[in-house]
């Protein structure tokens, strides 16, 4: 018989096993590479976890960080050792939290953010990424597009709580990532991702800046910036955090149920 390896085997049931066998080593990997950070897993009550995973997690990888940045091995299996701002609403599994404090800044559902390096983003040429237009040579405002210096921010509650001072772009991708505004009796300055905003025009067709997110007090307790003109990989968690948690925590009644 044509194909005919040994009595009822040809060369088709041959490719076919191969087949099924490299497809299971390659969801065997597949598997073991998406473990390399957040794993072994913990208990969702007493946080206790496998300290000597061995089934899926795979071994130590070290990858070279760019622009002279060191190296980075993973898995480290180190464990998030950052305090909770929440209590538990039960002690069971899978029951939900409840922010302590001020819960916008608990860091906790919506406002939580990952522990990125604090170290500005960089383009390909290892310089700052994201930065204010005041020093980004050769960025400007398109011709006929509304110009945001200097206009008004109204929060969420139709007040205005801040006035935008200067546009921060990224510089590899060329738009706008934040708008750097004065807060009316906060900080000298705080960043208010673009992602947040909408352009709307009030009385006399004036343009100002709407944030859904927050209140209009609200825009006072956005998270600092170490530095004036730059903004860290984890500075920039921290503040979308922030605003993001507005979303469900800036007004009581965004946590209450509809019916």
């Not at 991702?193 to 609200?218: D, E």
Request: proline share 7%; net charge negative.
């Amino acid at each position: 018989m044509t194909g005919s390896v040994v009595g009822s085997i040809d060369v088709a049931q041959v490719v076919l096993y191969a087949f099924w066998v490299f497809f299971a080593g390659l969801i065997w990997y597949i598997r073991k590479e998406d473990r390399r950070e957040g794993y072994p897993l913990e208990d969702d009550v007493s946080g206790a976890y496998n300290k000597s995973p061995w089934l899926f997690v795979p071994d130590k990888k070290t990858f070279v960080l760019p622009h002279g940045q060191g190296t980075r091995e993973v898995p480290d299996l180190k464990r998030d050792e950052r305090p909770l701002n929440a209590e538990r609403i039960s002690r069971a599994p899978g029951y939900p939290v409840e922010p302590t404090g001020n819960p916008m800044l608990a860091g906790v559902g919506p406002g939580s953010w990952a522990e990125r390096d604090d170290v500005p983003d960089l383009t390909a040429h290892g310089e700052a990424r994201i930065v204010p237009l005041r020093m980004a040579q050769g960025f400007d405002i398109a011709e006929g597009e509304i110009d945001p210096r200097g206009l008004p921010v109204v929060g969420c509650d139709g007040q205005t709580g801040a006035t935008v001072r200067d546009v921060w772009v990224d510089r590899s991708e060329h738009l706008i990532r934040y708008y750097e505004i004065e807060v009316e009796g906060g900080p000298a300055s705080a960043l208010l991702p673009n992602n947040f905003v909408v352009i709307k025009k009030g009385r006399g067709n004036k343009p100002y800046l709407y944030v859904h997110a927050v209140t209009s007090q609200q825009f006072g307790d956005v998270p600092a910036r170490a530095k004036a003109e730059t903004v860290t990989r984890l500075e920039e968690d921290k503040i979308a955090a922030y605003y993001g948690s507005g979303l469900l925590y800036a007004l009581r009644n965004r946590r209450e149920a509809l019916l």
